[in-house]
């Protein structure tokens, strides 16, 4: 268990439609990332948020949007689905290392299947 | 543009051998390099790090060598077990988040 929670583990939806992550930090962290990983993109950065406030984009759709509410808990909108979105989508919280580095650690993921 | 990839998609080792790794980065003002493992059903885990001014990093019987005169990391992990068997990532610091490479999918046989 790498202390990082993510609800749900599997979720199949429809077209068109709309659905929400669910992630939970490890205790401590402040900062969340989100992750996207299909099969022929790896594993792609989306959006992040420290402490409430969004930080940095990646390659975040106009279709998502994310937040990070006051118990740092963060929420991943997906929202007029295409079967393209269909992927794991990874949170992840972030740690200094004692060597600066900002180490990531990642949830189990939720795997969205859009048909 | 930028862009952090890896040489081989997969690599098959024996059991007891050692195996490496290799990753390309072209962002050459990275501060550092990460290694992460994932496994089947699994989010990524952390292995090694590696600042962008160092050559080498020992963990667990795993290695971390940074050429930064070619842009290159490799990962080496030393006499493989089974539960080696996983996709390893190289990612390199982009700003806030980490750039993540492909992946290079190893197989552990006995």
């Known amino acids: 268990d790498s202390g990082v929670t993510q609800t749900p583990k599997h979720l199949i939806t429809a077209t068109g439609q709309r659905v929400t992550l669910r992630c939970s930090p490890r205790?401590?962290?402040?900062?969340v990332y989100w992750y996207q990983q299909s099969l022929d993109q790896g594993l792609q950065f989306l959006i992040q948020?420290?402490?409430?406030?969004?930080?940095a984009k990646g390659n975040i759709l106009e279709r998502f949007s994310a937040q990070q509410f006051p118990d740092l808990h963060s929420e991943l909108n997906l929202s007029s689905l295409e079967l393209g979105d269909s992927a794991l989508y990874f949170c992840?919280?972030?740690?200094?290392?004692?060597?600066?580095?900002?180490?990531?650690?990642f949830g189990a993921g939720s795997r969205l299947t859009v048909l | 543009g930028e862009s952090v990839g890896l040489h081989l998609p997969t690599l098959s080792v024996q059991e007891g051998d050692n195996s490496i790794i290799n990753c390309a980065y072209s962002?050459?003002?990275?501060?550092?390099f990460i290694w992460y493992k994932q496994e089947s059903g699994k989010g990524p885990q952390f292995i090694i790090d590696?600042?962008?001014?160092?050559d080498k990093r020992q963990g667990q019987r795993v290695t971390v060598l940074l050429n930064k005169t070619v842009k290159h990391l490799s990962l080496q992990i030393a006499a493989t077990q089974p539960g080696d068997s996983a996709v390893y990532f190289c990612?390199?610091?982009?700003?806030?988040?980490?750039?993540f490479g492909k992946g290079t999918s190893l197989l552990v046989t006995p």
């Open positions: 962002n050459s003002a990275s501060d550092y």
């Open positions: 590696i600042r962008s001014n160092m």
């Open positions: 948020y420290y402490n409430g406030e969004e930080r």
């Open positions: 992840a919280s972030s740690v200094a290392t004692h060597s600066g580095a900002n180490v990531l650690t």
């Open positions: 205790s401590g962290d402040l900062s």
């Open positions: 990612a390199e610091s982009g700003g806030y988040a980490l750039n």
